[in-house]
């Protein structure tokens, strides 16, 4: 209807004066009236099945991308017009209770008790509930309403599954009602295959599968379900399942993985080639990413091809695939060494002597077969072999105890005593009750069965927690004087976290006497159980006790200098931490990880206001020649948690041969972002101007930030460089401690540092700078006091030729600290 039509209608009729009549004006606002609702009636007028769909998908797009506010907002105005739509009701109430589910619990109660007949108004206020006995009887009204309301059998046969109901004849009833009301419908018959096989009854099952694939090819979980009922009874049914899986569903990396695991039983190399790297290109930063890297470097191993293996960096194979390249491990051994893998323990040893006598180089294969035959009782036999491996990995911790415990069983003493003294100031536990055994031993004060006893228990780590205490409780009570078998059985239940049966053992090992090792690890067992009580000063004095016993072992300064830290005693803690880096440099490592470890000694100590004045030198590739010096101010902004430090450098004064540009970089400022993590440093892009002499300077800053070292670190855990975020800041490739004397702690760091070209347009595609740096804390006044290195550069081209430039000297030197001003702590009130 066009405007002057509705301008005609909507013209009340008038008298002869030409005035409207006052029921004429009535009767035109009963008109408007009706127009307008009409209209309203059509703007809210349900929409299509297609249009439905539509903005179902919108919503869930949006709650894909993060966006839940936009996708609720979108459900809603589809409720609107369709307020019946279940799909969009079940997808509001999920995005709902992430946040509010107490809000979208209330709203579907008001709804369902204003009209309690409503089957899917109970349907949906059980699925907004949280508790499942709500749920439960939610659901049952629902279907007790309206039988044929297949969403509330469905969830009902799923809730009745879980352990909170566990009610399978329940579930199995409310999923074939469900599938007979939708027979078409693939999900109810999957659910179904799940209640069947939670019953045990495999074979209705994977019937019940079968179906669900037979009305939708695509659909993996049924696969995956499938797959894993045929798996006992017929695993090469089950593989050409998952073949046939991942034929349907390539992208799933769950099909992969498994079809990969079949593959790897049977020994399939190349195939479980091809099935991992698949799941690689799918998941490469998923859970299962570490594993199967590791067996893929394991099967390209076995095919031969160790280039492959190595380009996948850092596995678990990493030792063979280093003798495979120098040719000491050919793939023949290496297969028959996988083989025997698969074998029990006890049962590898003649493969493996087979595998040693193709490969007599490969200290892999030879640790294995010194492995297989401890594992047999051999223990002669096990300690030359490890002998025999050892001498190729002398610094292997692992190993050398494993060695000296073969000595030790074979009823050598003396000959485990040499091979543990060497790492006297490094012992983990084991270890070190390693070390009290023997020397007991050797003086006639325990039986060799005792001690086998306790090493039976102790090397059996996946026989179970209450397997492993019924072995040592059942040592302690043949062999009462047996102190480390108590000592075991006590650091067994702590790492259980059962403390207080851990603290009962300990009282009682204490009133026997022993060897002073093993009354050391006793005192030092006390101080850890104390200190995770939070009981830092009765710790310390365990911890002193457990040093005055056995005053060499590193470990036990390093667990000093953590309960004085807790104590607020960073004096105290800085003189236990240097005497510790003074036994054993190497009995710490840094974190892998921002806020590793209870506490960081080695964390300079900077607080909001502090300014630090370095200066900065390089020789430019001159030795013993001054190019140039830089007068820097670090001026720390804020220090948020986990020692992330916001600040400024600010450009002071440059000094010594003059700089093109230089003049003008003074009073330059750099914001600096950084943590105590060598590698995380985030520095502002350089400002425009800065002399490329000076281009070393925006990264060497992070170093100020101190090693982080954590407190307690155990002897043995190796630290692994994380990755670079970023391939312009400086990765480190090793790390280790050289010195901790008076009050001084040396770092050195091994970096490489690869920086693009600045301008796309020109032909250098990037610099590579490789060298040496040791960094020196002083640990009285908590700050980085040096940092010094020589780097030499290569520049390459695009073309791919290099250019070798001579190495420059590069030193910051701290010349003066003002602390900011601190505020007294405010008196407490009564």
């Not at 307008?36 to 998908?57: D, F, G, K, Q, W």
């Not at 919503?59 to 369709?82: C, G, V, W």
């Not at 946040?99 to 349907?123: G, H, I, S």
Request: aromatic share 4%.
């Amino acid at each position: 209807m066009g405007t002057r039509s509705c301008a005609i209608l909507l013209a009340p009729p008038t008298n002869k004066d030409g005035h409207a009549t006052v029921s004429s004006r009535a009767q035109a606002a009963s008109v408007t009236l009706g127009i307008l609702l009409s209209t309203a009636a059509a703007l809210a007028a349900p929409l299509s099945a297609r249009r439905v769909e539509r903005a179902l998908a919108r919503a869930q797009a949006l709650a894909d991308r993060d966006r839940p506010d936009d996708a609720i907002d979108q459900l809603r105005d589809l409720l609107d017009t369709n307020p019946h739509c279940l799909q969009a009701h079940l997808l509001y109430i999920r995005l709902r209770a992430a946040t509010a589910r107490a809000v979208v619990q209330k709203e579907y109660e008001r709804k369902v008790n204003a009209e309690p007949e409503d089957a899917q108004l109970q349907f949906l206020a059980g699925y907004a509930q949280d508790d499942p006995a709500a749920k439960l009887r939610r659901y049952r009204k629902a279907v007790e309403l309206d039988p044929d309301l297949v969403a509330a059998q469905l969830e009902l046969g799923r809730l009745c599954r879980t352990d909170a109901v566990r009610d399978l004849a329940a579930s199995r009833r409310a999923l074939e009602m469900a599938a007979s009301v939708e027979p078409e419908r693939a999900e109810v018959h999957l659910e179904l295959a799940r209640t069947l096989a939670a019953a045990g009854r495999a074979g209705e099952a994977a019937e019940a599968c079968r179906r669900a694939l037979q009305l939708d090819r695509a659909l993996e979980p049924a696969w995956f379900e499938l797959a894993c009922l045929q798996s006992r009874a017929e695993p090469a049914e089950a593989e050409r399942t998952l073949a046939e899986a991942v034929r349907r569903c390539p992208a799933s990396a769950r099909l992969w993985w498994h079809l990969a695991d079949f593959q790897w039983a049977r020994a399939a190399w190349r195939e479980a080639v091809s099935s991992l790297e698949r799941l690689l290109a799918l998941d490469p930063e998923g859970p299962r990413a570490p594993e199967a890297r590791d067996r893929l470097a394991a099967c390209c191993l076995a095919c031969g091809w160790h280039r492959t293996a190595r380009r996948l960096g850092s596995t678990a194979w990493s030792a063979a695939v280093a003798e495979s390249t120098a040719g000491r491990l050919d793939a023949e051994a290496f297969r028959r060494f996988l083989e025997a893998s698969h074998l029990p323990a006890a049962a590898r040893v003649a493969p493996l002597q087979r595998a040693a006598e193709l490969a007599p180089e490969s200290l892999v294969i030879r640790s294995a077969l010194a492995d297989s035959l401890f594992a047999a009782g051999r223990f002669a036999s096990a300690a030359e072999a490890y002998a025999k491996a050892l001498a190729g990995r002398p610094a292997d911790a692992g190993l050398r105890r494993r060695a000296a415990e073969a000595e030790l069983l074979a009823g050598r003493p003396a000959a485990a005593l040499a091979l543990l003294r060497a790492a006297s100031r490094r012992l983990a536990h084991e270890t070190l009750w390693l070390v009290a055994d023997a020397e007991a031993l050797a003086a006639g004060q325990l039986p060799l069965e005792a001690v086998a006893a306790r090493c039976a228990a102790h090397a059996a780590p996946d026989a179970g927690l209450d397997e492993r205490v019924r072995c040592l409780r059942a040592c302690i009570e043949r062999f009462p004087a047996c102190l480390t078998a108590r000592l075991e059985l006590a650091a067994t239940l702590r790492d259980a976290g059962r403390r207080a049966d851990a603290r009962a053992v300990l009282a009682e090992a204490a009133a026997a006497k022993g060897h002073p090792l093993a009354e050391a690890d006793l005192q030092a067992q006390l101080g850890d159980l104390a200190l995770a009580e939070r009981n830092g000063p009765r710790a310390v004095a365990y911890y002193r006790a457990a040093i005055e016993r056995c005053p060499e072992t590193a470990a036990y300064h390093g667990a000093l200098a953590t309960a004085c830290a807790r104590n607020g005693d960073y004096a105290g803690a800085c003189d236990a931490l240097s005497r510790q880096l003074a036994l054993d440099p190497a009995s710490y490592d840094l974190p892998d990880s921002p806020g590793a470890g209870p506490g960081h000694l080695l964390l300079p100590r900077l607080e909001p206001g502090d300014v630090l004045r370095y200066r900065y030198s390089t020789d430019g590739g001159q030795p013993g020649r001054a190019f140039a010096c830089v007068d820097l101010d670090y001026v720390v902004s804020a220090v948020r948690p986990g020692h992330v430090v916001e600040g400024t450098v600010g450009v002071a004064a440059i000094s010594g041969r003059p700089v093109e540009g230089g003049a003008s970089f003074v009073g330059a400022r750099l914001r600096v972002l950084s943590t105590a993590y060598f590698g995380l440093a985030a520095v502002d892009t350089p400002p425009e101007g800065m002399p490329p002499e000076f281009a070393q300077l925006a990264w060497l800053v992070q170093f100020l930030h101190g090693p982080a070292l954590p407190l307690l670190r155990r002897p043995g855990q190796a630290w692994r460089p994380a990755p670079p975020v970023d391939p312009a800041r400086p990765s480190v490739d090793r790390m280790a401690f050289e010195s901790a004397r008076s009050g001084k702690a040396r770092l050195s760091l091994d970096i490489r540092h690869v920086r693009p070209a600045a301008d796309p347009a020109a032909d250098l595609d990037r610099a590579t700078a490789t060298g040496r740096l040791v960094v020196t804390l002083d640990l009285r006044r908590r700050v980085v006091e040096c940092v010094e290195g020589t780097f030499s550069e290569a520049l390459s081209n695009r073309r791919g030729s290099q250019a070798e430039l001579p190495a420059w000297h590069h030193r910051l030197e701290l010349l003066a600290i003002e602390r900011a001003a601190r505020k007294p702590a405010s008196p407490s009130r009564p």
